[in-house]
């Protein structure tokens, strides 16, 4: 039997305000399988990003066990991530007074393990993986596209070769020309890397051109973690709300037309 990559049991997360007590998650469940690209949506305040955290290690839930790869999430917040997580932030988080090269092979160099030329020929093996050319190593954050920062900050995301790939509203911010060249490209390392990938996104056509299985945060708990099709086919009035507007329809259209498999 193959072990989940990622497995939640009863996980409790709750922010405390002085006296008051806020409880974002209640007893939420999820097991993620080893291949798959598992999206979460949510409306807001549903702690879709704090669970990404909490995947990674970053964030510890009120109580309730988290294991990525058999061990416990809290291990990877200690011991360093890198080489398990690949994590890509909403905005990159590339580091401003950092190159393009020197972001990538950040993860890498902090190891202290490898010589100087063998980092930075790992980093430039991720700068073209991503789609960059070589000329894009020496650039400084500031005079990147938004585009072009997305794929720096996957390629150092990707620089340990982690089998468990998280995403944060990978195509927010771009237009949509660039979003649908981002997705290809995600499309392409997941298939090529055989990695796992975890995802949270608002936008339809990002949804539903890679999800495999899309789980649903709501009540403070995973309401339903399905395909597409069975996702919105779910009665509960925010799959209503977010699947089935005009905006759903059209990105549904859309997976009729051209449906995803992997």
Not at 1 to 11: A, D
Request: hydrophobic share 45%; charged share 25%.
């Amino acid at each position: 039997m193959i072990e989940p990559v990622v497995e939640i049991k009863k996980l409790w997360t709750v922010f405390k305000n002085g006296d008051k007590e806020s409880v974002i998650h209640k007893d939420l469940e999820m097991t993620i399988e080893r291949g798959e690209v598992l999206s979460l949506v949510g409306g807001s305040g549903t702690g879709k990003t704090v669970l990404l955290r909490q995947i990674l290690g970053l964030e510890h839930p009120t109580r309730g066990d988290i294991t990525v790869l058999g061990k416990p999430a809290a291990e990877l917040g200690a011991r360093g991530a890198a080489s398990r997580v690949g994590m890509l932030f909403q905005q990159g988080a590339l580091f401003s007074a950092f190159t393009v090269l020197e972001n990538i092979a950040f993860p890498l160099r902090e190891l202290k393990v490898l010589p100087p030329n063998v980092v930075r020929e790992a980093a430039m093996v991720k700068l073209q993986m991503v789609g960059l050319t070589p000329d894009a190593a020496d650039k400084m954050p500031s005079d990147l596209s938004g585009g072009m920062v997305k794929r720096v900050a996957l390629a150092r995301a990707l620089i340990m070769d982690p089998p468990l790939l998280l995403l944060d509203e990978p195509t927010a911010g771009l237009d949509p020309e660039s979003s649908d060249s981002f997705c290809t490209l995600l499309r392409a390392l997941h298939h090529d890397m055989a990695l796992t990938v975890v995802m949270v996104t608002h936008d339809l056509d990002t949804l539903f051109e890679l999800s495999t299985r899309i789980a649903v945060l709501a009540d403070q708990k995973v309401i339903i973690c399905d395909v597409p099709k069975e996702v919105v086919a779910f009665t509960h009035p925010f799959i209503h709300e977010f699947f089935l507007g005009p905006r759903g329809q059209r990105a549904m259209e859309l997976l009729r037309e051209y449906p995803f498999t992997v």
